[in-house]
Antibody, heavy 119, light 110 residues
Framework: QVQLQESGPGLVKPSETLSLTCTVSGASISSGDYYWSWIRQPPGKGLEWMGYVYYTGSSYYSPSLKSRVSISVDTSKNQFSLKLTSVTAADTAVYYC???????????WGQGTLVTVSS | NFMLTQPHSVSESPGKTVTISCTRSSGSIARNYVQWYQQRPGSSPTTVIY?????PSGVPDRFSGSIDSSSNSASLNISGLKTEDEADYYC?????????FGGGTKLTVL
């Protein structure tokens, strides 16, 4: 069974960098069968796609976040990671990692992790 | 790029049928597949429809999806409503190296 688990700090200070990692089990990122995505959801609001990465390291980002976001992959650890720079309170959200992206639906999601941006 | 617009909320009684629309702002709705996700409070989203009208295993056939090129929209239809269907529903599609979500629709079954 495919499982995804987000990990990282739950509190980040304004202007700093938010970093999260998603550990995948039950599937191999390096198989190349899927893209792997980050999606976030501010409290009480809708879903926002942030970007996705392929096992080769090729990545694609939301135009609205492109200047601040990067997604990388570590196939040896079967993990992919998110970095979001210069965060503000508006970046407070539940961050989900998910399998899918490009033309594929998001078929497996992590449980989500709440990241709060506050001093 | 394009946007997907959904009604903010819909409500219907148990046993009835409800339809949630998702209108694409530019480009043909038929150009790229549309998926639908259900999100119950405190939970991660789950897929109820993918590739416009396909149901994942385990999703009841009360859920169906369609697209209408004349209105440039996709629709999620839920028949025989149950209280457990009360949730937020999101449509999603994609473009050239981007993914777009609709704003979500809160379904109340009362």
């Amino acid at each position: 069974q495919v499982q995804l688990q987000e990990s990282g700090p739950g509190l980040v200070k304004p202007s700093e960098t938010l970093s999260l990692t998603c550990t995948v089990s039950g599937a191999s990122i390096s198989s190349g069968d899927y893209y792997w995505s980050w999606i976030r959801q501010p409290p009480g609001k809708g879903l926002e796609w942030m970007g996705y990465v392929y096992y080769t390291g090729s990545s694609y980002y939301s135009p609205s976040l492109k200047s601040r976001v990067s997604i990388s992959v570590d196939t040896s650890k079967n993990q992919f990671s998110l970095k979001l720079t210069s965060v503000t309170a508006a970046d407070t959200a539940v961050y989900y990692c998910a399998r899918g992206g490009s033309v594929d639906p998001f078929d497996y999601w992590g449980q989500g992790t709440l990241v709060t941006v506050s001093s | 790029n394009f946007m997907l617009t959904q009604p903010h909320s819909v409500s219907e009684s148990p046993g009835k049928t409800v339809t949630i629309s998702c209108t694409r702002s530019s480009g043909s709705i038929a150009r790229n597949y549309v998926q639908w996700y259900q999100q119950r409070p405190g939970s991660s989203p789950t897929t109820v429809i993918y590739d416009d009208n396909q149901r994942p295993s385990g999703v009841p056939d009360r859920f169906s999806g369609s697209i209408d090129s004349s209105s440039n929209s996709a629709s999620l239809n839920i028949s025989g409503l149950k209280t457990e269907d009360e949730a937020d529903y999101y449509c999603q599609s994609y473009g050239d190296s981007i993914v777009v979500f609709g704003g979500g629709t809160k379904l109340t079954v009362l």
